[in-house]
């Protein structure tokens, strides 16, 4: 006679028989979460999207010009950034204040992992 188990929040019928392997199999793996909500507004949305460079636009980009890309989007959101994202600004300097040393350990591998234009 089948059983039913309770996973991740559904309900499935397996043979009484059946192995862990086998329960596994069956039930699959855990869905993944809903990623959070975006709560930027239009204007935030559109900002980080016009100074953030993809691939698609990495791969169209001369050589010659890909450092300057970067280089000038990274000013823009430098620049930009504590004005049309303030809230996260304000967070961001609380943190800076409460843990300097974890902060700059986060600047730091940050930094060092980010891949070189070339």
Same mark, same amino acid.
């Given at each position: 006679?089948?059983?039913?188990?309770?996973?991740?929040?559904?309900?499935?019928?397996?043979?009484?028989?059946?192995?862990?392997?086998?329960?596994?199999?069956?039930? +699959?793996?855990? *869905?993944?979460?809903? *990623?959070?909500?975006?709560?930027?507004?239009?204007?935030?949305? +559109?900002?980080?999207? &016009?100074?953030?460079?993809?691939?698609?636009?990495?791969?169209?980009?001369?050589?010659? &010009?890909?450092?300057?890309?970067?280089? +000038?989007?990274?000013?823009?959101?430098?620049?930009?950034?504590? &004005?049309?994202? *303030?809230?996260?600004?304000?967070? +961001?300097?609380?943190?800076?204040?409460?843990?300097?040393?974890?902060?700059?350990?986060?600047?730091?591998?940050?930094?060092?992992?980010?891949?070189?234009?070339?």
């Amino acid at each position: 006679m089948p059983r039913t188990i309770q996973a991740d929040g559904r309900t499935i019928t397996v043979p009484d028989d059946a192995t862990p392997d086998e329960i596994n199999q069956i039930v +699959g793996p855990a *869905p993944k979460p809903a *990623p959070p909500p975006d709560t930027r507004n239009a204007i935030q949305r +559109g900002f980080d999207n &016009l100074t953030n460079v993809t691939p698609e636009q990495d791969a169209a980009t001369p050589a010659l &010009l890909k450092p300057m890309a970067h280089f +000038g989007a990274g000013a823009i959101q430098a620049a930009g950034s504590p &004005l049309i994202h *303030p809230i996260q600004t304000v967070e +961001g300097m609380g943190h800076l204040l409460a843990h300097p040393i974890d902060t700059a350990e986060s600047m730091y591998q940050s930094a060092s992992k980010t891949p070189r234009s070339s």
